[in-house]
């Protein structure tokens, strides 16, 4: 059964490029934060 | 950005910890450019981590997810998920292939395992974006599932949530 629709973008527009590498920092910034406080915290 | 966290173990020392952050409004309005009248709209993005990055993790932990993710569909009928894979490079016994498509084929293979459950609750659709960027040959990937149009309040009474 085919449950997924792809859409391909070859040339992706310098705002979707921009938004999808600032959505990436902004993750790895928040998750960096939270392992941090669980790692504390499955340590402790 | 409100968020929803869980840790889940591996039972062999490792963890995975996964979070889902909502969007604000200003996100919506602006970025996403969402009419006003569709802002109540709940939109999430997925991340997912290992605790620590240098142990392995058994797969179990990624079994565990799967059930908590469709746990928090349920929860959110009325949301939407985003997964923006990681280009980060990664360690495997894969080095033919480039670390984004490595995680893309593991939460392919987890998508495709879980696809009964996800029928059985009335998800309709799943839409992938792909992004290539030919210049330095990274590949970025947007997963987007869309629930059924039911409607409920973003958190019900009682639900655990954190503020960042």
């Known amino acids: ?11 992706p527009s310098r705002e979707l490029v921009a938004f999808i590498e600032r959505a990436q920092r902004q993750k790895k910034e928040r998750m960096k934060k939270i392992c941090d406080k669980y790692r504390k915290l499955t340590n402790g | 950005m409100e968020s929803i966290e869980t840790i889940i173990p591996d039972n062999e020392g ?12 200003n996100d919506k309005t602006g970025t996403f450019q969402i009419p006003q009248e569709f802002v109540e709209l709940d ?27 469709i746990d928090q569909f349920s929860i959110f009928p009325n949301a939407v998920f ?16 480039a670390s984004e498509q490595y995680r893309w ?4 293979n987890l998508y495709q395992r879980n696809i009964p459950k996800l029928t059985e609750m009335g998800i309709e ?5 792909k992004g ?5 040959r990274r590949v970025s990937d947007i997963r987007t599932r869309v629930l059924s149009d039911k409607t409920c309040s973003r958190y019900p009474p ?5 503020h960042q």
């Open chain 2, 43 to 69: 939109i999430a993005d997925i991340s997912i981590d290992k605790l620590h990055i240098d142990l392995p993790l058994n797969l179990s932990a990624f079994f565990k997810m799967c059930q908590w993710l």
């Open chain 2, 158 to 162: 009682g639900y655990p949530t954190s």
């Open chain 2, 82 to 97: 985003s997964f923006i894979c990681s280009t980060d490079p990664l360690e495997t016994h894969h080095s033919a292939m």
């Open chain 1, 1 to 11: 059964m085919e449950t997924t629709n792809t859409i391909r973008i070859p040339k």
């Open chain 2, 132 to 136: 290539y960027n030919c210049r330095n």
């Open chain 2, 125 to 129: 659709s799943g839409d992938r974006v």
């Open chain 2, 14 to 25: 490792n963890h995975l910890v996964i979070v889902l952050s909502f969007y604000d409004d």
């Open chain 2, 105 to 108: 084929n593991l939460f392919e």
